[in-house]
């Protein structure tokens, strides 16, 4: 797993997630727009609880680091751990939308529905496995920047 400037670990276990947000607040508070910040949560907490109920098969006490990166323009959070990696093509496409609106959560599958919110709150989803490694890159656009 790489390290980054800015991270945080957790453990597989559904009660670290409320360390995300906090977390989110204190190293992205000067860097982006409270909205933004909101959105990358949302994305974090959905891909950390996807990581330990798909990656790790419900498993307490495995590794997952989140690293923050910022640009002039937003921010990239890297999403990594060591567990199974995800079927092929998984993070390839969002959810589509009917042509007369916005995606239906409801009409999902629950499986399906973590990845329309993740692509729903970020402008760039990119999965890569590197070795053990599982790799997620949510990217966005603070609204503020040019």
């Given amino acids: 797993m790489t390290t980054y400037p ?14 995300i947000g ?4 204190k190293v992205a508070g000067q860097h982006l727009q409270a909205g933004v910040i909101e959105d990358l949560e949302l994305a974090a907490t959905e891909a950390v609880a996807n990581i330990i109920r798909h990656a790790y098969g419900g ?15 937003g921010a990239e959070l890297v999403v990594e ?18 042509a007369d609106g916005p995606i239906d959560i409801g009409s999902l599958s629950e499986s399906g529905r973590g990845l329309a919110i993740i692509h729903g709150c970020v402008d760039e989803v990119r999965y890569a496995r590197h070795g053990a490694t599982n790799e997620l890159r ?8 040019p």
Avoid at 6 to 14: A, F, H, K, P, V
Avoid at 85 to 95: A, K, M
């Fill in 59 to 73: 498993l307490p006490g495995r590794r997952i680091v989140i690293g923050i990166s910022f640009h002039p323009t």
């Fill in 6 to 19: 800015r991270t945080i670990e957790l453990g597989s276990d559904y009660a670290q997630l409320r360390r």
């Fill in 138 to 145: 949510l990217a966005v656009r603070d609204r503020a920047a």
């Fill in 22 to 25: 906090p977390w989110l607040r």
């Fill in 81 to 98: 751990d060591e567990g199974s990696p995800p079927p092929s093509g998984l993070f390839d496409h969002p959810p589509t939308a009917p």
